[in-house]
């Protein structure tokens, strides 16, 4: 399904006049970035943004799907390229035959799903654009398992309310694995997807094998790679420094809508 190019238009629009303002915001402002009233700006920020995105259009409306001839020549990796993880590689020696997604927290029924398993369900393909917060763009093909039915295996407790991937994927000196989330609206919407294949293809290592998120509405650093584990939560208030992902916790906004 095709939204309208105006529509499409309006929303890539909407997206890049809140990291404009963020960027408006940052810049020059290094001694601003130290007080205590900074936060609490880029707070009220990206409420305003999120609030005006959802205004602008609903949650439910469907991200701009492609042809196969709109296909880029190459999709690059965004972020890790190959986790400088022991377990991951490990796990990526054997052709991930042992590696299993985990699915717990406020669940009925916690979960350990094979890869095999995961494509053994009803799975979607569509082909979409990738939006980078580092500026570039790329359309790719992608088939996996839609992230509603398997939280519809596991079952979601009525406190939850966000959506937690854990990934493979050292970020820091500190050996810091790579978080992201998504609340309920964009988890159970049609396109949002746990992807295995990369234009019809196994995804490689450096795109997320054997599994990452996508999340069409969103920018990039939204769509965890390397999943190992899908919590589900009622708060942040565990999870990380409790802004809902890697790098919202060091200053991006939470809700990357495009």
Not at 78 to 89: F, I, L, R, S, V
Not at 235 to 244: E, V
Request: proline share 5%.
């Amino acid at each position: 399904m095709r939204i309208a190019r105006a529509e499409h238009s309006r929303r890539h629009f909407l997206g890049r006049l809140g990291a404009a303002t963020v960027a408006a915001l940052l810049a020059g402002c290094d001694a601003a970035s130290r007080s205590a009233w900074l936060p609490k700006v880029l707070g009220v920020g990206e409420r305003a943004s999120r609030s005006a995105q959802r205004l602008a259009s609903s949650r439910r409306s469907m991200a701009q799907e492609f042809s196969p001839a709109d296909l880029s020549p190459q999709f690059r990796s965004n972020g890790t390229a190959n986790p400088d993880n022991p377990e991951y590689q490990a796990l990526a020696a054997t052709h991930f035959a042992d590696w299993r997604l985990k699915i717990d927290g406020l669940v009925e029924r916690p979960l350990k799903l094979s890869l095999q398993e995961l494509r053994a369900m009803a799975s979607r393909t569509q082909i979409t654009r990738h939006d980078c917060v580092e500026g570039w763009s790329a359309i790719g093909q992608w088939t996996g398992v839609p992230l509603s039915a398997v939280l519809r295996l596991a079952v979601p407790r009525p406190q939850a309310r966000y959506v937690v991937f854990h990934c493979a994927d050292p970020m820091d000196a500190q050996g810091t694995l790579y978080y992201e989330s998504i609340d309920f609206d964009d988890a159970y919407h049609p396109q949002t997807i746990l992807a295995y294949e990369l234009n019809g293809a196994l995804l490689p290592i450096a795109n997320g094998a054997p599994l990452r998120v996508r999340i069409e509405r969103q920018l990039g650093y939204k769509m965890a790679k390397y999943l190992m584990r899908i919590e589900l939560v009622s708060s942040f208030a565990n999870i990380g420094a409790g802004n809902g992902g890697y790098w919202e916790d060091q200053g991006y906004e939470w809700y990357a809508g495009i």
